[in-house]
């Protein structure tokens, strides 16, 4: 498609330079190479680099990721965009002959059930024989199968619902510690529709979730693929880490302004349409469409003016402060080897670190063969203080922690700390309805556009699956605005 001759260039302003912005940059900028559109994007970023949360550290042969370290493949938009860039080959699945996770139960690691998925027992003997769930709650866990489904199409919070099909042990020790992993919520708060909305189909469709959960693992097992076009393990990463994306794309974005190191101030809505942006060090930028890839709450300050009732809803959407802390030590200061993917611990512990990962067991190339690296998780809902320890101290609870729970009392050849302050967003309960609300009313101000973290899905998947669905919104847009132009 072609635009008239002497039509001036559509200018669209991507405001955000993480996964969502990345991914909504580049898919106007393949659109508009595929259909000829005369489109100028400027991707504006205030940081002096790109991803966001998505930050790999390459330190003396170790890969450390600040933020996620993994992606989901059953949601396949973030596997799809590294094939579209030319990552398909430094896709990596997780070490899965080691696929062991543990729970922290009375101070001691104790294996996860084999069969557990998600938090659904799906084999009997090992569940039986586990002694992380007393008989009272393996029973009351089994009760699922006898559990009527809900009725109705309201919200609840995942601690609700787990207690009601599973019961309360199961919320305590499975479903909490292991969804806070994700989600970094309190799950008295948690949406279940808007954070594992599977649940509630597999109670609708099957009547119970051990009863889903099994025929979905049936399912599974008949459509394996036989052979590989890449790893088929249920996580994700790549060979040198996940800034591998952030680099790939931000090299491919050859026909996108980048504007790096350069904060939006001011956002004013223009009277004959359009917006004008002011940013530090640099001219104001007239645009035809914005899209705001940033946090609700930087978000919320710049609609503030123009839009008070959208930002009004936006500050509605609440953060928290989390940190992680990588160490690594030298194999041969470890006396007690230990293999896995590392442990979750629940709230009812009462320790100061809420999870561990043992990153180079869980992933190749992460470190030299003769050290380990591990992660450590703190804050998060209702431990925020521990983000805002000195570095000696952080490192000082985390060393106490490791001791404690895994006997680890060497000194570490090497740490590293991200701190993430109110960076997490919380999806409360009613989380879709709220949303839904915000997007209806960004339909009043032409041209403004939300995506991101906040809105319909946290993990790196369903951002770059939101990136790409507010990229076709613009260029639909785009296209009514300027009847010359078709966009298909």
């Known amino acids: 498609m072609n635009i008239a001759a002497g039509e001036q260039a559509l200018k669209i302003a991507v405001i955000g330079g993480g996964i969502s912005g990345l991914a909504a940059a580049y898919t106007i900028q393949e659109a508009s190479r595929a259909k000829n559109l005369n489109v100028t994007v400027f991707l504006i970023e205030a940081e002096n680099r790109l991803g966001g949360k998505i930050l790999t550290e390459q330190v003396d042969g170790y890969t450390i990721e600040g933020g996620p370290d993994c992606f989901l493949r059953q949601k396949p938009w973030a ?54 769930i007393s008989i009272p709650g393996k029973i009351r866990m089994g009760l699922d199968l006898l559990v009527p489904p809900f009725k109705g199409e309201r919200d609840e919070s995942i601690g609700d619902f787990v207690r009601r099909r599973l019961g309360k042990e199961a919320l305590e020790k499975i479903a ?26 597999l109670e609708k469709n ?79 930028l007239d645009v035809d469409a914005v899209i705001l890839a940033i946090p609700a709450n930087d ?25 992680t802390i990588s160490l690594a030590y030298r194999k041969s200061d470890i006396h007690q080897p230990f293999s896995g993917f590392g442990f979750v611990i629940p709230r009812k512990e009462k320790r100061d670190i809420s999870a561990c990962t043992w990153t180079s067991i869980k992933f190749n190339h992460r470190a030299p063969e ?22 000696n101290e952080m490192i000082t609870v985390v060393r106490r ?7 680890l009392d060497a000194d570490p050849a090497l740490t590293r700390i991200f701190r993430w302050e109110k960076a997490n967003p919380q999806y409360d309960v009613e989380h879709l309805t709220l949303v839904r609300q915000i997007f209806d009313q960004c339909q009043e101000i032409p041209g403004l556009y939300l995506t991101g973290s906040a809105y319909e899905g946290v993990g790196i998947p369903d951002c770059i699956r939101q990136g790409q669905q507010v990229a076709k919104k613009v260029l639909d847009f785009l296209s009514e605005m300027k009847p010359e132009i078709t966009v298909g």
Not at 301 to 315: G, R, S, T
Not at 370 to 391: A, N, Y
């Open 79 to 132: 596997a799809q965009l590294a094939g579209k860039i030319g990552l398909q080959s430094d896709l990596i699945g997780t070490n899965d002959k080691q696929r062991r996770v543990y729970v922290v139960n009375k101070g001691r690691l104790v294996p996860l059930p084999d069969g557990v998925m998600l938090i659904v027992p799906t084999r009997i003997m090992p569940f039986a024989l586990s002694p992380l």
């Open 176 to 201: 909490e510690p292991l969804l806070s992993g994700i989600h970094v919520s309190d799950p008295e708060k948690q949406s279940l529709l808007a954070t594992l909305p599977r649940f509630r189909a």
């Open 206 to 284: 099957h009547g119970s979730l051990i009863q889903g959960m099994l025929k979905e693992r049936k399912l599974a097992a008949k459509n394996k693929p036989v052979s590989g076009n890449g790893p088929t393990s249920l996580f994700l990463s790549l060979h040198n880490g996940l800034n591998q994306m952030v680099n790939k794309l931000e090299s491919s974005l050859q026909d996108v302004e980048l504007l790096s190191g350069h904060r939006v101030n001011c956002l004013e809505r223009q009277s004959q349409g359009g917006f004008r942006i002011f940013l530090s060090g640099h001219a104001p």
């Open 299 to 323: 978000a919320s300050e710049l609609v503030e003016d123009i839009a008070p009732h959208i930002a009004a809803e936006l500050q509605k959407i609440r953060y928290v402060s989390t940190a």
């Open 370 to 391: 003769d050290t380990i690296l591990l992660r450590c998780f703190v804050g998060g809902p209702g431990k925020e203080e521990m983000v805002s320890l000195s570095d």
């Open 401 to 407: 922690e490791l001791k404690a729970l895994m006997g």
